[in-house]
């Protein structure tokens, strides 16, 4: 976990759960320089909002905290992710998992929004960068109906609850799109996965070191009895009496534009605005 010293420079991964995202934290687990610290998320934007809502007294050094309330804000995530679990290694991976907005009132929160959803991206960003200003930025984008259709196979949820949380973290995305010192396809992942973690060395300013690569050596989050397949293009069928804004097909292309690759959705699909 993170020290004084490093708190505000972490390697954060963003993502959709089913995308690759453990392979990764467990990949820089094992790295000799890092503590991976896997979700934070719940913990980060809990205790940004929980601080604005909660009397903690400062110290006579953090006064000049009490009337910016942003500041303060990253003051305690840090101060609290030093205190949860501390390491003395000189650098940290985490991973602020899914969505933060299943367990607080996203319609109160300040800022601009995403056009399709109306999540608040500028709240989100201002979040992260604040409390780590000099972190490195990385994501692994997935096609979100092969997301849809293994998280239903991993955990049952519904195919139109994962998309729609799809398209919220593609505007996350699009908004902060600058912030990102790596962008990987789930596809590079998977096909090549040295050469992608070599460019997510390169990325975090560390050495690649070859004892990384062993995270592959067992499966991390995959659906029971089987090993992780690279896509589930065979299993697109479930869409087809499911209909799907028209918005978020645009969306997902936007997105796919930046990778520098065509989108690709289910044919037998509806579409609607």
């Given amino acids: 976990m993170p020290n004084p010293g490093n708190v505000t420079r972490p390697v954060t991964l963003l993502g959709l759960g089913r995308s690759g995202t453990t392979l990764m934290s467990k990949t820089f687990a094992r790295h000799s320089q890092f503590q991976s610290c896997d979700e934070t998320g719940g913990l980060i934007f809990g205790v940004w909002e929980g601080s604005k809502q909660t009397f903690m007294p400062l110290d006579v050094e953090d006064w000049h905290l009490a009337d910016k309330p942003d500041e303060k804000a990253a003051f305690y995530v840090q101060k609290t992710l030093a205190a949860t679990c501390p390491s003395d290694k000189p650098r940290w991976f985490h991973k602020p998992a899914g969505i933060p907005f299943t367990y607080m009132d996203f319609h109160k929160l300040p800022g601009a929004r995403g056009p399709v959803t109306q999540i608040p991206v500028e709240w989100y960003w201002t979040v992260l960068r604040k409390t780590f200003p000099e972190a490195t930025f990385m994501t692994i984008l997935r096609n979100p109906f092969d997301v849809a259709v293994s998280r239903m196979q ?21 908004y902060g799109r600058d912030h990102f010192d790596l962008v990987l ?6 096909d090549d996965y040295e050469a992608s973690i070599r460019r997510a060395c390169l990325a975090a300013g560390c050495d690649f070191e070859p004892g990384m690569l062993t995270a592959k050596t067992k499966n991390h989050a995959a659906v029971e009895g089987r090993a992780p397949k690279s896509h589930h293009r065979d299993d697109w069928s479930v869409f087809a009496d499911l209909e799907i804004p028209q918005s978020y097909i645009a969306l997902f292309e936007e997105v796919w534009d930046v990778l520098g690759r065509p989108f690709e959705a289910p044919s037998a699909m509806q579409l609607s605005r």
């Fill in 154 to 174: 991993h955990t049952n949820w519904k195919p139109v609850d994962v998309l729609q949380s799809a398209a919220k973290y593609m505007e996350i995305f699009l």
């Fill in 185 to 190: 396809s789930f596809e590079e992942l998977t």
